[in-house]
């Protein structure tokens, strides 16, 4: 089988055709599904190309004009030509062996990134990679195209850099704005996978992760770990937490000590509520890369929310002496000192949130409860626990005056629902009062009395005298319940 039968086309001399071949056949031969027929696929692809290249080559030789080396196509090459190289076999002989030797620039070039991303340590160094990105063949217009074209090419299936590489590329060469303009038509040189990919790479929102911790790595497979790596981030993202778990476990088996992805698998145990997974994940990433606040945020979160409250305290304690203004540290931290029955430093910490956010729910409702606990206890423990004086602390619980307390009162009545219970309740007792021929409070005194004696006959009542006295009852007990809710809310 030929590699136009592999490639599935006719032979042809255009590099563009061979690409769209090669792309379509790739989504059927994907190296993780099918490698031995992705491997096929490759060497027919590298075959094609060569091929074509060769052909470029040989369409064009160069004669000798006063020293200068002209290059002309056989077609227009005057028949004496021939006859000269006749007559001088051996320079035409010497010249055709030199010719051989040249090599196409854009060859070159991608034979250094090749090299580049082989050697791991020159692959993360982002210096060798500007260096490489300066070249003067770069801004040759001609060139870049091409070259642009043969790096797509090759990272389709070498994709694994550092993020910053991946922006640098894309400084160079705008490959995210070359895939929305192009659509379906770039799409038959590069896969959509690929694309999407890239283009969460240089997302300033998508996580970077480093791969600086596998510079000392010895004897492991860096592609198979970066790429069981960046799956489980993909599947984390998205929430499918089992396959997530299932990439992250192949690549801890591989290499146990990558400070990212300790942190990932923390991550997805604390989702999963495998708070003590989480913690150790959390432990032995800090063990290895101390300065990582990321992991110590996350596991002083995890602690608080397993009672290890000391333990939560010292982590935020140093997560703060980094970011003393962090509000998230500081409030997890005021709830552990709360907890630890340290009320005066957690006021001091919920008093200082206060400040930067008064409405702030969870600093109102823990300053309330710290208060709270202050006022109840004793003049001898205030002193002795060197709590602010009782007036400062009723202050702080904005403990209304009479007139104030009268006003709020008002206020809070002023909802529907206490409206309507009012009419209904105003409507009911005029007529239960044009009903009977008594005052309805001495009527409702008679129902009572009557409930305790045999004395007080209340026979003579009709039943809409009885329904109208029930109704009356029912929102006169409902209109209580919401006053007395009114007074709750107000009373400190």
């Known amino acids: ?53 060769e052909r470029e080559r040989n369409s064009s030789v160069p004669i ?63 210096d060798k990679w500007r260096e ?40 160079s060469f705008y490959w995210s704005e070359e895939f929305q303009e192009e659509g379906e038509i770039i799409e038959e040189y590069i896969s959509a996978e690929f694309a999407a990919y890239y283009n969460r790479q240089i997302d300033s ?38 396959e997530a778990e299932d990439w992250f476990t192949k690549a801890y088996n591989i290499f146990k000590n990558d400070p990212d992805l300790l942190r990932l698998r923390g991550d997805l145990f604390y989702r999963l509520s495998r708070y003590e997974d989480a913690v150790e994940s959390f432990k032995q990433n800090l063990s290895i890369n101390p300065n990582d606040l990321d992991s110590r945020i996350s596991l002083a979160h995890v602690l608080h929310y397993m009672k290890y409250i000391n333990e939560s305290a010292a982590q935020c304690e140093k997560i703060l002496a980094v970011r003393p203004g962090d509000a998230d540290i500081l409030s997890l931290y005021g709830k552990n000192l709360f907890a630890q029955g340290e009320l005066n430093k957690s006021r001091e910490v919920f008093k200082k949130l206060e400040k930067k956010n008064p409405n702030d729910i969870d600093v109102i409702t823990y300053l309330g409860s710290i208060h709270g606990q202050m006022v109840k206890e004793k003049l001898i423990e205030r002193r002795q626990n060197n709590r602010p004086s009782l007036r400062e602390l009723k202050k702080e619980l904005c403990k209304p005056n ?78 209580l319940r919401e006053l007395r809710k009114a007074y709750k809310a107000i009373r400190y």
């Not at 990105?133 to 070498?158: A, P, R, V, Y």
């Not at 480093?210 to 000392?216: A, E, G, P, T, V």
């Open 132 to 171: 490489l990105l300066n070249s003067d063949l770069i801004w040759n217009i001609e060139f870049k195209s091409k070259i642009s074209m043969e790096l797509l090419d090759f990272f389709q299936n070498h994709s694994y850099l550092p993020k910053h590489i991946w922006m640098l590329l894309e400084d």
């Open 64 to 126: 000798l004009v006063e020293d200068h080396t002209v290059v002309q196509n056989f077609e227009t090459v005057p028949p004496d030509h021939y006859e000269y190289e006749h007559r001088a076999p051996s320079f035409y002989h010497e010249w055709e062996s030199a010719f051989e030797e040249r090599e196409d620039p854009v060859d070159v070039f991608i034979s250094k990134v090749e090299n580049l991303y082989t050697d791991f340590h020159s692959r993360i160094d982002i």
């Open 205 to 242: 929102h998508y996580p970077e992760l480093s791969y600086d911790s596998l510079i000392n790595a010895e004897n492991i497979d860096y592609e198979t770990f970066l790429h069981y790596r960046e799956q489980g981030l993909s599947c984390l993202i998205a929430n499918h937490l089992d």
């Open 402 to 479: 009479f007139f104030k307390k009268i006003m709020l009162f008002l206020l809070f009545n002023l909802r529907m629902r206490v409206f309507v219970l009012t009419i209904l309740s105003a409507v009911c007792w005029n007529i239960f009062d044009n009903m009977i021929y008594i005052h309805p409070l001495f009527f409702v005194l008679g129902v009572f009395v009557s409930l305790l004696t045999a004395n007080v006959d209340l026979s003579f009542l009709t039943f809409s005298e009885w329904f109208m006295f029930y109704l009356l009852m029912i929102l006169s007990v409902l209109l």
């Open 1 to 53: 089988m030929s590699v136009w039968d592999i490639l599935g086309i006719e032979p042809t001399d255009e590099i563009s055709v061979i690409k769209k071949a090669y792309a379509k056949k790739l989504k059927i031969h994907h190296p993780e599904d099918d490698p031995e027929g992705y491997q096929r696929l490759r060497e027919a692809y590298d075959s094609a190309l060569k091929q074509q290249k």
